[in-house]
């Protein structure tokens, strides 16, 4: 084979100045396009030395895959006297763009998790005929288009060896659309990766990282370092992808995940970390104020989250804070403050307090009928009364209704954290937000230690139920021409319905939409039928019967006729 090789090249240089070396080299690409079932084009070729051959302008189309291929400029470079055994010394690669038409993920099966083919083989048969004959791939800048209406661009040099992967200055680059979704930039990476039979483990390090993505933050995030160690085990009965450390700039992070058809379990955990090394890590917050708090300790948890599949409500979730303990020193200075609309929020050592200019748009907590409180505290966060500000068995039932309708459906926020998003920041849905969120919501509950009856009542003064319209109150009188105390079950309990869509709520109610009436159909009977199952407080429930589900909105929205079953 090494000998055919060196003859070829050899041809070709001798020939280079005549059509036949065209006609050869024609006639081989017109081979390998039969073999593979493609049509394989290029728009010319040079040998620059015996050892060295170049190729310019390829495409390469596959119908039956439904994908394009272009590449720029290939360069094969033999390697000489046969050395380290391989045929080719490298293999370059210059500006490829691989275009994918109606792909997607195939719709085998309704398990999110269920896929029939190995990757892991596929993948290791691919590299190891690729380091069979070749022993170092480079790769100069290449774009994805058209997976799953997403454009991946990537630039930088990429270094393929056997069992070793190098970039520098490294970019990637991902848009759905004309909106930009994903970017990153990074020195200096280096993966290490070895296959086993049905085993993968890879190891990599790089540096001077900058993620820019709203999936992750407002912001630019930085990191100085971050390095993983990870394995994916591929079994008859199982995938098992096990993280065993995640560092980024000294927060080490563990996962262990196990899934099949049936079935999913993760184990994760925080190795552990100072509060001022949390601090330091998480040092972008909106709010700078909780920077100022005196609090020392650490923090170190474990947890184990698994799901089954047959039975899609029956899961699991266990954390344990093993030897995290937090001591506060002084809270001084500590101010957060808030300004939503004409109201003014400050949160301190006394509690949750409200500016007395504005006191008249307020309502105190005995304004607000028990039947209102009650099924607002039963929709919105049912453990209300006994959580500290973070409800993990909701956080449980979110994960388990995101995983099996394959969408974010459903979130996880207590009243707690709905007021500290309300007050204090943005509605952007991102990881650092809702860190942020978390954070407030521990301080308010914990540190400052403020009541829950305090909590709901400042909530349920400042919910949004359409643009400029804040508190149950205003959206009493906006929607129904009433006031929240005059409201009857069917009244309350739709407008606990606006509370995670105000916005689109308002639209819809005005066009009288199909889908709204549906889902605020389905939405009164299941809260109707919950409340009758925990006892209702100071309400005959005989009375719903008589009521229907015809619903008065105020005159400039006439009337709704939702579904009743």
Do not use: W
């Amino acid at each position: 084979m090494k000998i055919i090789c060196y003859l070829f090249f050899v041809c070709l240089k001798v020939f280079a100045s005549t059509s036949l070396s065209k006609k050869i080299f024609s006639y081989i690409i017109a081979k390998i396009a039969g073999k593979y079932h493609i049509d394989l084009h290029y728009q010319n070729f040079r040998i620059t030395n015996i050892n060295i051959l170049e190729i310019y302008g390829i495409s390469v189309s596959n119908r039956q895959r439904n994908l394009d291929l272009s590449i720029d400029y290939i360069q094969v470079h033999r390697s000489a006297a046969f050395k380290r055994g391989k045929l080719f010394e490298s293999l370059k690669l210059e500006s490829i763009i691989l275009s994918l038409h109606n792909a997607g993920f195939r719709k085998e099966s309704d398990n999110t998790f269920q896929k029939k083919d190995n990757y892991l083989k596929r993948i290791k048969l691919i590299l190891s005929k690729s380091y069979r004959f070749i022993h170092k791939i480079i790769i100069s800048d290449f774009e994805v288009v058209g997976f799953r209406d997403l454009n991946i661009n990537c630039e930088g040099k990429y270094i393929l060896e056997n069992g070793k992967a190098e970039i520098s200055e490294f970019s990637i680059f991902i848009q759905k659309s004309s909106e930009s979704i994903f970017a990153m930039n990074a020195d200096n990476v280096v993966t290490f990766y070895h296959f086993f039979e049905r085993e993968l483990t890879i190891n990599f390090e790089c540096h001077n990282v900058s993620i820019l993505s709203d999936l992750f933050a407002d912001k630019k995030i930085n990191a100085n370092k971050i390095n993983a160690d990870l394995a994916i085990i591929e079994n008859d009965d199982n995938k098992n992808i096990n993280i065993k450390t995640f560092f980024i700039d000294g927060m080490n992070l563990k996962c262990n995940i196990t899934f099949d058809s049936n079935f999913l379990e993760v184990n994760f955990g925080l190795n552990k970390m100072s509060i001022d090394h949390l601090k330091a890590f998480f040092g972008n917050f909106v709010n700078r104020s909780i920077y100022e708090i005196d609090l020392v300790g650490q923090l170190e948890f474990s947890g184990v989250y698994k799901l089954d599949f047959k039975f899609r409500d029956r899961f699991n979730l266990d954390i344990d804070f093993m030897d995290s303990e937090f001591e506060i020193n002084s809270l001084n200075s500590f101010e957060i403050s808030g300004n939503i609309g004409p109201l003014i929020y400050v949160v301190n050592e006394f509690g949750l307090n409200i500016d007395e200019r504005d006191y008249k748009l307020y309502k105190e907590s005995n304004y607000f009928t028990p039947l209102l409180k009650q099924a607002v505290v039963m929709c919105e966060d049912p453990s209300f009364y006994t959580h500290s500000g973070i409800d993990f068995e909701n956080i449980g039932f979110a994960i388990s209704n995101n995983i099996n309708s394959k969408r974010i459906s459903r979130g996880a926020s207590t009243i707690t954290m709905q007021l500290s998003r309300n007050l204090f920041l943005n509605h952007k849905r991102n990881i650092y937000r809702k860190v942020e969120e978390v954070v407030i919501a521990l301080i308010i509950e914990n540190l400052i230690s403020v009541s829950k009856d305090k909590i709901l009542e400042v909530y349920l003064n400042i919910i949004e139920f359409a643009p400029n319209i804040r508190g149950i109150e205003s959206g009493a009188i906006f929607y129904f021409s009433k006031n929240s105390k005059d409201l009857n079950l069917i009244e309350i309990i739709t407008l606990i319905y606006i509370i995670p869509r105000p916005y689109h709520f308002l639209e819809a109610l005005k066009v009288k939409s199909p889908i709204l009436i549906e889902n605020l159909g389905k939405h009164i009977n299941s809260v109707i039928y919950r409340l009758k199952k925990v006892g209702l407080e100071a309400v005959d429930l005989d009375y719903i019967k008589d009521i229907g589900l015809k619903i008065d909105f105020a005159p400039a929205f006439g009337s709704l006729y939702v579904l009743k079953k």
